[in-house]
């Protein structure tokens, strides 16, 4: 099992682009929910998936959106990047919404130029 | 709004010595309490939950309701041990929210 899996890795973009994350769960986890960690700070929570719907939301503005899909999969896109965006984007998966155990994916750096 | 707060940034200690990290949170309901983990180059693993009691790796928490804390502790900390720690709780009906306080970088000497 390869656990949570993210892409890109690593990425560079400008101010005003737009930006696609990845992430795939865990085998036999449903849920997704994603946070942004910015350079000395613990994780924040952006949004969380279930049965394709976002259940849950952080204190994000709506430049911040995601998807999620039938297997599961999720998506994180943030539009009109701005320098802030620049951060570890955390992919994280549990069984159920209510899973007591969320499993992290390596993360997504962004780096907004 | 909900907080947590864990203190110290960084945290020396020799080997064998007893450690404890230090988190405290606001107070908001009965929130769930957990401690995560993560140690060079390894992803952000789940380490404890209060709600199941358990010690893992030799660490326990004790959840003090009135001074809303949930300090891990560890009587003799191994050089393993050296990591990062966030205390984060779950509040209410949040399912996947957890809310991470700034992490503790522990650091074992030998």
Redesign the interface.
Known sequence: DA??TQSPTHLIKTRGQQVTLRCSPKSGHD?V?W?QQAL??????IF?YYEEEE??R?NFPDRFSGHQFPNYSSELNVNALLLGDSALY?C?S?RG???????????SRLTVL | AQR?TQPEKLLSVFKGAPVELKCNYSYSGSP?LFWYVQYSRQ????LL?H?SRESIKGFTADLNKGETSFHLKKPFAQEEDSAMY?C?PRYG???????????TILTVHP
Do not use: D, M, N, W
């Not at chain 1, 919404?97 to 993360?107: A, K, M, N, Y």
């Open positions: 656990g949570v849920t929910s946070y000395g700070q613990g994780p924040q929570f969380q259940r849950q952080g955390l994280a549990s919404q209510g899973g007591r155990e969320l499993f992290f994916g390596e993360g | 947590v769930e992803r952000l693993q789940l939950r709600i966030y984060a009906t949040s399912y996947g929210k957890l809310t991470f306080g700034q992490g």
